[in-house]
């Protein structure tokens, strides 16, 4: 009896499977991270910020290692607590980070659960003035863009409640609030909130605690927000504390007359092609007389039917935006100004999407801040090391680019007496790029004793045989980080 003959196809061979004991990754990329918080002197900050944080456990892991762990997760992809499980099991990671072990995710819940608002505002402040201090001022100054944002929640955690939800009204969430500094792409500062807090509640706190955090030679040339900020204490704020601003005005009814009546169809000024817009004084009644300056852009359906705004019944054609300003320009340049705020929304998305803090929640308020304005941190930190140690056509692409173009590298790990091989899994064609800027970070620093490298499949050279350092701009004057 012959036996049954087995087709194969030609287009898929023999695959013979087998196991290795060589730890391999495939986040070998991270290696340019972990040199960039050594450059900056990122751990010296956190052991003066943690302080209050010293464990006493002879197996501990220090808080500094945990907020690393923290960091490096983050920015690798991590969506949930549970995902730095992978990263502790990850032998060659640690090795790459120089960390004996990566915090469990019980061990980094513990560690946010033991903040306190004292805390949190104490060492949000330290580190947020720390991530931003190596920004480079903006000669005309930086502009403000306020704006909140909805993160949605599935339990009964403090401070999750019912409020404005636009995607799933009726569900708890936390309504975070968050200053952006739009010129440099940098979060200025950001705190947690209930979800039934409205938009503009502890708006003159927040903007207090903002200005605390500028660093020294740093200066706010404009505020932008929308309507939920217009209210007459934050407006009032502003003013006293000499802040050029442009919000838009929220559309009641005293508003609306203002437009009908007070604005005569000569005033209305053409732009260009279905836009016009017009100014007035004019005073609301609880403003006590307070004369401020509002400016009026309508759009003509027809002609622009995605063009966003409220429609007025006496107006039906047209769609309109009210914006009240101390700004001393043109009406047509006003509109144009706080056009730019728009970009905020992809910074938010940034925070949401590419970070992950919306999905990482405790069911304590302060711990669940404190995560939250870690992460903001880190945004500032990565946000500056894309502009030190990448390409400068990096400055436009968002951060979840860092992981899929940079950190995801494959690499494995080969013991050779007392060295250690890693080698990367890269193409041919971005070795040295990424080499070059490995070096030329690490060059002065003590982990550069322990760094040897080479382009080809060779043993390794000492770097200056091979590649030649990329001229970096030096690290922009710090203050003290004494406590």
Avoid at 59 to 69: E, H, K, Y
Avoid at 407 to 422: E, K, N, P, S
Wanted: a positive charge; one cysteine or more; proline letters at 6%.
């Amino acid at each position: 009896m012959s036996k049954a003959r087995v087709e194969r196809s030609p287009l898929y061979p023999k695959i013979l499977f087998g196991f290795t004991d060589h730890p391999i990754t495939v986040w070998a990329g991270v290696i340019l991270l972990r040199v960039y918080f050594e450059w900056i002197k990122l751990r010296e900050e956190l052991s003066f910020g943690l302080t209050s944080f010293t464990k006493r456990s002879n197996n501990q892991i220090s808080a500094v290692d945990v907020m690393l762990g923290w960091f490096y997760g983050l920015a690798l992809g991590a969506q949930r607590f549970e995902h730095f499980t992978r990263y502790r099991c990850d032998r060659l990671l640690g090795e790459l980070l120089g960390m004996e072990r990566f915090a469990s995710p019980d061990t980094i819940r513990r560690l946010f659960l033991r903040f306190d608002y004292r805390r949190v505002t104490e060492v949000s402040e330290r580190l947020m003035r720390f991530s931003l201090s190596r920004m480079r001022p903006i000669m005309l100054g930086h502009t403000v863009d306020l704006d909140s944002t909805v993160f949605c929640r599935y339990g009964q955690q403090q401070g999750s409640l019912r409020g404005y939800n636009p995607h799933k009204p009726g569900r708890p969430s936390h309504h975070p609030l968050v200053a952006f500094l739009a010129e440099g792409r940098r979060l200025l500062w950001a705190t947690l909130r209930s979800g039934n807090t409205g938009s503009a509640n502890g708006s003159v706190e927040f903007m207090r605690q903002a200005l605390m955090v500028l660093p020294p030679g740093h200066r706010i040339a404009m505020v932008r927000a929308d309507a939920g900020f217009f209210e007459k204490r934050f407006l009032e704020h502003l003013e006293k504390e000499q802040l050029p601003y442009i919000i838009v005005a929220r559309l009641t009814a005293v508003v609306r007359k203002l437009v009908i009546h007070r604005i005569p169809s000569t005033a209305w000024r053409v732009v260009t092609r279905g836009v016009e817009v017009a100014d007035l004084e004019a005073s609301l009644p609880n403003w006590r007389g307070a004369q401020r300056r509002f400016v009026c852009l309508r759009q003509e359906v027809l002609e622009r039917p995605e063009a966003r705004g409220r429609r007025l019944v006496d107006f039906p054609g047209y769609t309109y935006r009210i914006l009240i300003t101390t700004v001393p320009y043109a009406a047509e340049v006003v509109t144009r100004m706080y056009g730019g705020r728009a970009d905020s929304e992809n910074r938010i998305k940034e925070l949401k999407e590419d970070l992950s803090l919306d999905t990482f929640c405790l069911q304590s308020f302060d711990a669940t801040d404190a995560a939250f304005r870690m992460g903001c941190m880190l945004y500032n930190l990565l946000a500056d090391f894309r502009e030190t140690m990448l390409p400068r056509a990096w400055f436009e692409r968002r951060l979840r680019a860092l992981r899929d173009f940079v950190f995801v590298v494959g690499a494995d790990l080969i013991a050779q007496g007392r060295r250690v091989q890693i080698r990367l899994a890269m193409p041919q064609s971005q070795r040295a790029e990424f080499l070059r800027r490995l070096r030329t970070v690490s060059q002065g620093l003590p982990i550069a004793a322990q760094l040897e490298w080479s382009v080809a499949d060779q043993p390794a050279t000492h770097p200056d045989n091979i590649i030649t350092p990329i001229p970096l701009l030096p690290p922009f004057p710090t203050q003290n980080s004494s406590p």
